[in-house]
């Protein structure tokens, strides 16, 4: 999803009946696929299932925040295609945690940024808890909660569930405590920053992508968001510091910087999810 913000209550006054499959594909959708979630769905058996999504032409971000303003505007609510996105997020991570046998116990970190980014991993939370992963979610948010209409319901979503711890912080001193005890975590997304990351990192993000780099070193496995934190989704450069992933969960259609050469290394392998964007607001 595009770190850009929903549009609003007048794409919702027009929206259409959210599909169970995706208008280009005819994949199921994530949230109504209960197949992505089997116990024998790892990363490969994932990936074949959303194959045709990936073998559509690949996209700059530019392209991606443009094909979803035209999908709300056309009535698809932001709401729902998050759902979706944290969805397949959460379906990813399932399949990584059977492929890399960690799932006795599991228990997930997920590092959020305060915009749609960050609310794909909230939503990713809540269906990790659905099929019984504990998460503990870490916000990072200057006023203790996200900055986006739709990231704003998914933390409000998180209420009561048991299975989701949440913190919310702006402090990077806060998030420096994760570097204690990381190794124990099974899994840990990084849902910071999407397809709006511009130049170098601030605080505390900059010390989440640190804690990130560290669960990795120490051989816990990586899952992002749509792209790694720090890595431009179009041109696939870098800046410091940068998350390596092994498994990268990109939407609706490939990304032209997971495909280039530094962007492709440090995504890891590449799923590309339906999240239900029309086909008549992407002109491919």
């Keep these: 999803m595009s770190d850009a913000g929903s549009l609003g209550p007048s794409s919702a006054s027009r929206s259409r009946v959210h599909p169970p499959a995706d208008p280009?594909?005819?994949?199921?959708?994530?949230?109504?696929?209960?197949?992505?979630?089997?116990?024998?769905?790892?990363?490969?058996?994932?990936?074949?299932?959303?194959?045709?999504?990936?073998?559509?032409?690949?996209?700059?971000?530019?392209?991606?925040?443009?094909?979803?303003?035209?999908?709300?505007?056309?009535?698809?609510?932001?709401?729902?295609?998050?759902?979706?996105?944290?969805?397949a997020v959460a379906a990813a991570a399932h399949a990584l945690l059977i492929s890399a046998e960690r799932t006795h116990r599991a228990r997930v970190l997920v590092m959020c940024g305060p915009g749609n980014n960050g609310g794909d991993g909230l939503v990713a939370a809540r269906w990790l808890a659905e099929h019984d992963v504990d998460s503990e979610v870490v916000l990072l948010a200057a006023d203790g909660r996200p900055g986006t209409p739709d990231a704003a319901l998914a933390w409000e979503r998180l209420d009561g569930i048991e299975l989701v711890h949440r913190v919310a912080t702006a402090r990077s001193s806060d998030v420096a405590l994760y570097f204690n005890g990381i190794e124990r975590a099974s899994l840990v997304i990084d849902a910071l920053l999407g397809t709006g990351v511009r130049?170098?990192?601030?605080?505390?993000?900059?010390?989440?992508?640190?804690?990130?780099?560290?669960?990795?070193?120490?051989?816990?496995?990586?899952?992002?968001?749509?792209?790694?934190?720090?890595?431009?989704?179009?041109?696939?450069e870098p800046t410091d510091p940068v998350v390596r992933a092994d498994l990268t969960v990109t939407f609706h259609r490939p990304k032209t910087g997971l495909r280039r050469r530094a962007g492709a290394l440090l995504a890891g392998r590449v799923l590309v999810a339906p999240?239900?964007?029309?086909?008549?607001a992407d002109h491919a």
């Design 275 to 280: 999240i239900g964007i029309p086909s008549e």
């Design 24 to 87: 280009t594909t005819g994949i199921t959708l994530p949230a109504a696929d209960p197949l992505v979630f089997a116990s024998d769905t790892d990363v490969a058996a994932l990936s074949e299932r959303w194959a045709a999504q990936a073998a559509l032409p690949a996209m700059t971000a530019e392209e991606m925040r443009g094909v979803d303003a035209r999908a709300q505007r056309l009535g698809t609510r932001g709401e729902w295609l998050m759902e979706e996105a944290g969805a």
């Design 199 to 236: 130049g170098l990192l601030r605080e505390p993000i900059r010390t989440a992508v640190d804690v990130i780099v560290r669960a990795r070193e120490l051989l816990v496995p990586v899952l992002a968001v749509d792209t790694p934190t720090s890595v431009d989704l179009t041109s696939g």
